[in-house]
């Protein structure tokens, strides 16, 4: 019995063996997880499903068996990316405080999710531009949800009356290329130090630039 191989061993006694649905759900994981490398370091446009399937260290079935191809791949990574981020920023939007105060809390956040996962990063924020047309519809959608969570901004501006309609949008997507710009240069490992530069795209509209100021030196 020793020489045999571990998933031919018969279960210890009193240990049952995982659900089949859980062992699925967590190989699935572990190739996201695999795929969102790959893409990240090779790109959407230089990335295949063999790349994948080789830095997965699965069969061409068993992925297949997951996805329909690589764009499937791509956004499924994209989405797990993303619902791990929404998670994070709205626990920090939980942690309480004045409007301020809870920008630099969110945008801090985001910056350590961007140091702490920079393949997700690229991902998220640089690969999702050429990977076609759905994954760049699910990008805008997001940038639009966060561009709602901006507006409240506006009932703590003293210059609330002279705010552009379309100034959430202009300033999400300033962050966007911003952010995009600094990982496209290898700085994501780095991002919490970019926390006053990104504080001056997002809070000054709403704060001006004195306010901010102050918002930066103590954050």
């Known amino acids: 019995m020793a020489n045999l191989p571990d998933h031919l061993m018969p279960t210890p006694v ?9 062992m699925t759900k967590h190989q699935r994981e572990r190739v996201l997880a695999a795929a969102t490398e790959v893409f ?14 080789a830095g997965a260290k699965i069969g061409v079935g068993t992925f297949y068996g997951f996805f329909d191809g690589k764009e499937d791949c791509f956004l499924a990574a994209y989405d797990r990316t993303v619902a791990d981020g929404r998670e994070q920023i709205e626990a920090a939007l939980v942690a309480g405080g004045s409007w ?17 996962d920079p393949f997700g990063a690229r991902i998220a924020l640089v690969e999702v531009q050429t990977a076609g047309p759905a994954a760049l519809a699910r990008h805008e959608r997001n940038l639009d949800e966060v561009a709602e969570l ?19 949008f202009a300033t999400v997507g300033g962050l966007s290329w911003f952010l995009q710009q600094r990982i496209a240069v290898g700085e994501a490992t780095d991002a919490t130090k970019l926390l006053p ?10 704060l001006g630039e004195a306010a901010t100021a102050v918002l930066a030196t103590a954050a």
């Open 197 to 206: 530069e990104v504080l001056e795209i997002v809070a000054e509209p709403y």
């Open 40 to 53: 990240a370091k090779r790109g959407y446009q230089g990335t295949t499903v063999d790349h994948i399937v």
């Open 150 to 168: 901006l507006r409240s901004g506006r009932e703590h501006s003293p210059f609330r009356d002279e705010l552009p309609a379309s100034l959430e």
């Open 14 to 22: 009193g240990r049952d063996r995982l659900p089949r649905e859980v």
């Open 100 to 116: 301020p105060e809870q920008l630099v809390n969110v945008l801090r956040s985001l910056l350590k999710l961007i140091e702490a």
